[in-house]
């Protein structure tokens, strides 16, 4: 498996990848499936630096992403950053967002982002435990913030900091 940022050319399978967790999940609150025109303009924003989108791939096909992104558009807020991570479902549970976020953790580290967020919908007891392994803690919690497929879901925020010591991939 090769970790690297992701470039204009993994955008498609990037854009798949996220639209089957828009059709098919709660965790994100997206609803319409995007197209590769229409998600562009959220890959564009990727500064390389506080904002950072990196890609898994094997044999040249992208099997999961995590991103760093804004975390609120005011000014006060550019040393936070939300992060983000999908993987393919046929690529869970096999040590792939670990070494994800690892990277990403590392890469944000000595780039002036202060803190870190994570927005999960509950229940996501897998997500929770990554985050955790991570050294997030809970931040916040959004009871029924969210309504689809037909129900509401609440969100768990969660938070870490950024500025700290290299992270290194937790253990096991």
């Excluded at 590769?36 to 890609?55: H, I, M, N, S, Y």
């Excluded at 580290?109 to 509950?122: C, E, P, S």
């Excluded at 969660?158 to 010591?165: Q, S």
Aim: proline residues 6%; contains cysteine; glycine residues 8%.
């Amino acid at each position: 498996m090769n970790i690297r940022p992701s470039l204009w050319q993994d955008l498609p399978a990037m854009t798949a990848l996220y639209n089957h967790y828009i059709l098919t999940s709660p965790c994100t609150f997206d609803i319409e499936p995007y197209s590769v025109e229409t998600r562009a303009p959220w890959f564009e924003k990727f500064d390389g630096v506080r904002w950072q989108c990196l890609v898994a791939e094997k044999s040249g096909v992208l099997l999961a992403y995590a991103c760093s992104g804004e975390f609120k558009p005011k000014a006060a807020y550019r040393t936070s950053v939300e992060v983000s991570i999908y993987v393919a479902g046929t690529e869970h549970r096999r040590g792939i967002a670990r070494s994800l976020y690892a990277s990403l953790f590392n890469s944000l580290t000595g780039n002036g982002v202060h803190r870190a967020y994570a927005g999960i919908t509950l229940p996501n007891d897998a997500s929770v435990a990554l985050h955790r392994e991570f050294g997030f803690h809970d931040a916040g919690f959004y009871r029924e913030v969210g309504n689809k497929f037909g129900r509401f879901w609440d969100v768990l925020w969660m938070e870490r900091p950024i500025d700290a010591a290299h992270v290194a991939l937790p253990p096991g």
